[in-house]
């Protein structure tokens, strides 16, 4: 199988030029990311200091971005499978900043764990804040995130209050709580003090089925455990979470009806009590990675993607740093 380890010596985020480094373009590559570089489109890649973490970045830009995407990826997950919503994006004339979570993909730290959600949100700032101070990242600010990534966003968004800097969010099938969690929740508690890890077990998480096959066969940045910290760390962010005030933020929400890893229809209930005005797409057909659907339900998702973003550019409103609320009933 493919070995990336040789991107480690890539160093700081800097323009990819040509030809790339041997590592880089087999990395391009192997998840299909080539050909996004034909025409007016530049690339960064390398790695941003957060805290303790090395973050394996790209940032992809036409010659004229309408503003910057932050794209957060789910658990177990990586920047290089987001081929499908990153071309869409720049088709769209954005700035795309994709980043591998502490743990995941390129970037430092133990596989597919953290000891608390909350260094998620510090790698998300530093990493902006790098990109402000290198003038690469031109606003207005859009954060698209999937599952666990939509977690990170909307917690940061909630959380940072007048500091928030987003003009508008996309939760893509967000996690609040795992499906199955009142089980699972026990099982954790019980099991936690004895059991480090538990094998991961592969779900066909999209009706796409060479991506599922791509997962569990092709690609040699998945983890294969599923860490019980992480779980641990959830549990916190989650009461940490259903404590944070409501905000008038423009979101839209993405969620496929058959999703079995999150708790979706419990999930919806929070976030339209966090999210009052959130616009929610509901999809029968789609799973949980919906960036990875089979090409028509895809299609479908992203062109309620066009319209929404289309529709905050004509209408831009207020920043989330207008629309901090006091908090809501739950």
């Known amino acids: 199988m493919t070995d990336f380890a040789p991107l480690q010596a890539l160093g700081p985020l800097a323009l990819a030029s040509e030809p790339h480094a041997p590592a880089l373009t087999d990395y391009l590559n192997h998840y299909r990311l080539t050909s996004l570089l034909s025409g007016n489109i530049g690339l960064y890649a390398g790695f941003i200091e957060a805290d303790a973490f090395h973050l394996w970045t790209q940032v992809w830009t036409p010659e004229q971005p309408r503003g910057t995407v932050f794209v957060v990826h789910g658990y177990f997950d990586h920047l290089g499978l987001y081929r499908h919503l990153l071309e869409r994006l720049l088709a769209q004339g954005w700035r795309v900043v994709l980043w591998d979570l502490p743990g995941h993909g390129l970037s430092s730290g133990p596989r597919a764990t953290i000891d608390d959600f909350k260094e998620y949100g510090a790698c998300l700032q530093a990493l902006q804040r790098y990109l402000c101070e290198h003038d690469l990242a031109p606003r207005p600010w859009i954060g698209i995130g999937q599952s666990t990534g939509a977690a990170i966003l909307a917690t940061d968004a909630l959380g940072r209050g007048t500091a928030a800097p987003w003009q508008a969010l996309v939760l893509l099938a967000p996690l609040v709580r795992p499906w199955g969690w009142p089980q699972s929740s026990w099982l954790h508690r019980l099991a936690s003090p004895f059991i480090r ?3 991961r077990t592969y779900r066909a998480n999209s009706t796409d089925a060479d991506f599922a096959t791509f997962l569990r066969e092709d690609d040699p940045l998945q983890p294969d455990r599923l860490t019980l910290t992480w779980v641990g760390a959830m549990r916190r962010w989650m009461a940490h979470l259903l404590a944070l005030p409501a905000s008038n933020l423009r979101v839209l929400i993405l969620q496929g ?9 419990w999930n919806l209930e929070v976030l339209a009590r966090k999210f009052p005005q959130a616009r929610v797409h509901r999809h029968p057909e789609a799973r949980h990675h919906l960036v990875n ?4 339900i895809r299609e479908a998702l992203f062109t309620e993607l066009d319209d929404f973003l289309t529709d905050i550019e004509r209408h831009p409103g207020p920043t989330s740093s207008d629309s901090h609320q006091q908090p809501a009933a739950l």
């Open 197 to 199: 890890s538990i094998p």
């Open 257 to 265: 009806e058959q999703d079995l890893t999150v708790d979706w229809q």
């Open 293 to 296: 659907e089979a090409e028509d």
